[in-house]
T-cell receptor
Framework: NAGVTQTPKFQVLKTGQSMTLQCAQD?????MSWYRQDPGMGLRLIHY???????DQGEVPNGYNVSRSTTEDFPLRLLSAAPSQTSVYFC??????????????FGSGTRLTVV | GQQVMQIPQYQHVQEGEDFTTYCNSS?????IQWYKQRPGGHPVFLIQ?????EVKKQKRLTFQFGEAKKNSSLHITATQTTDVGTYFC??????????FGGGTRLMVKP
């Protein structure tokens, strides 16, 4: 099993450009989420999904869109990149058992720089 | 919204010394998770605590969940250079969101 796969690993964008960060998991996890990690600020939740066709906003959703058409894929779209979106982006997935979601499996991250 | 605070932000220790990081939530949690992130890497799940007052051990690591389910701690006995990294707690309330603390960066001098 590959686990959680994120592409690309690195990306440089110009202000105003749009792009999609890809995330795929092969563990049949129903829960998927996107976090951004900035120095000294831990991980902040952008969007999450509890199953195909269902998405919801996290703490910092502005400037980002998501969709969940399949269980496996959860792409994150930056609509019009801004320098404030320079960050490391992590996708994570999990599954539910005995009333609780288990620990998250994280992808290796996408390092995004907006100039 | 829910806030999860973690202290200290940084900790330098001599190899062989003990290390503790503390996590406090502004709201009562349904469970708490701990993760480790090596420099340049991604967070890796360590453990989940669910019950009030729960204590779990993984070799030299001891995890505790407070009686009120609002705080937690991670204690490492006799640190080794392989323990270097940032340790995050993450709390879940009744909803589907997992909120991460700011992390404690552990540095170990050999």
């Amino acid at each position: 099993n590959a686990g959680v796969t994120q592409t690309p690993k690195f990306q440089v964008l110009k202000t105003g450009q749009s792009m999609t960060l890809q995330c795929a998991q092969d563990m049949n996890h129903e829960y998927m989420s996107w976090y951004r990690q900035d120095p000294g600020m831990g991980l902040r939740l952008i969007h999450y999904s509890v199953g195909a066709g269902i998405t919801d906003q996290g703490e910092v959703p502005n400037g980002y869109n998501v969709s969940r058409s399949t269980t496996e894929d959860f792409p994150l779209r930056l609509l019009s990149a801004a320098p404030s979106q320079t960050s490391v982006y992590f996708c994570a997935s999990s599954y539910r058992g005995q009333g609780n979601y288990y620990g998250y499996t994280f992808g290796s991250g996408t390092r995004l720089t907006v100039v | 919204g829910q806030q999860v605070m973690q202290i200290p932000q940084y900790q330098h220790v001599q190899e062989g010394e003990d290390f503790t990081t503390y996590c406090n939530s502004s709201t009562t949690l349904s469970n708490i998770q701990w993760y480790k992130q090596r420099p340049g890497g991604h967070p890796v799940f360590l453990i989940q605590l669910v019950k009030s007052g729960e204590v779990k051990k993984q070799k030299r690591l001891t995890f505790q969940f407070g009686e009120a389910k609002k705080n937690s701690s991670l204690h490492i006995t006799a640190t080794q250079t392989t323990d270097v990294g940032t340790y995050f707690c993450a709390g879940r309330n009744a909803g589907n969101m997992l909120t991460f603390g700011g992390g404690t960066r552990l540095m170990v001098k050999p």
